[in-house]
């Protein structure tokens, strides 16, 4: 069962603007959240991840929020930029190793 | 360069005929695991190993079969394959399990007619 839900399959951003990204998650175990970016005929690079000690996380351009609560975390892009277009995953993982992943965002960013 | 390399990157083959994709990591990673991705379903998880000779299922091992001899090496079988194997194959390696991000290898398509 999908575990890991990202609800938007598409999103398109002007270049400059931000981009956010969403995902929830239903298994409370999951300790490691992380962000995959993929181009098409590659494999997903890793972006950013958060633990779920922390709510925040800050890498350059990209944030991750997270709310344990609510079972839910967030990927902002600020600014986005053309190289940013892409499909991105949302992963989370507990301590022994299984690992489920979102079903993806592909991101546009238009000029 | 560090890499993941799996092989071959395209394969055609018919139901019931016997392949191995092959995985094979430079890092000295300890984790392994192989993902298949279809359209709207993202990427699920098929197996996973935490070191030598640990091998432990995924969320969609039906069909597939797995062995972790040797550290850099983790190939995936699939004994008699059918249509629904049809996809897009992607074998990763990190440091540990957990929050240790994957480096992905660059997929294989296979097709199963």
């Known amino acids: 069962d999908q575990q890991v839900k990202q609800n938007s399959p598409s999103l398109s951003v002007q270049e400059g603007r931000i981009s956010i990204l969403n995902c929830d998650y239903t298994?409370?175990?999951?300790?490691?959240f992380l962000w995959y970016k993929k181009y098409p005929a590659e494999g997903p690079t890793f972006l950013i991840s958060?633990?779920?000690?922390?709510d925040k996380n800050e890498d350059g351009r990209f944030t991750v929020f997270l709310n344990k609560s609510a079972k839910h975390l967030s990927l902002h892009i600020v600014p986005s930029q053309p190289g940013d277009s892409a499909v991105y995953f949302c992963?989370?993982?507990?301590?022994?190793?299984?690992?489920?992943f979102g079903a993806g965002t592909q991101v546009v960013v238009t000029p | 360069e560090a890499q993941v390399t799996q092989n071959p990157r395209y394969l055609i083959t018919v139901t019931g005929k016997k392949l191995t994709v092959t995985c094979s990591q430079n890092?000295?990673?300890?984790?392994m695991s192989w993902y298949r991705q279809d359209p709207g379903l993202g990427l699920r998880q098929i197996y996973y190993?935490?070191?030598?000779?640990?091998?432990d299922k995924g969320d969609v091992p039906e069909g597939y079969k797995v062995s972790r001899k040797e550290k850099r090496n983790f190939p995936l079988i699939l004994e008699s394959p059918s249509p629904n194997q049809t996809s897009l194959y992607f074998c990763?390696?990190?440091?540990?399990?957990?929050?240790?991000?994957?480096?992905f290898g660059n997929g294989t398509r296979l097709t199963v007619t």
């Open positions: 190993s935490m070191n030598v000779e640990v091998t």
């Open positions: 890092m000295n990673h300890e984790y």
């Open positions: 992963a989370a993982t507990d301590s022994w190793g299984k690992l489920q």
């Open positions: 990763a390696s990190a440091g540990h399990s957990g929050g240790s991000p994957l480096h």
């Open positions: 298994n409370s175990m999951f300790d490691y």
């Open positions: 958060i633990s779920s000690i922390k």
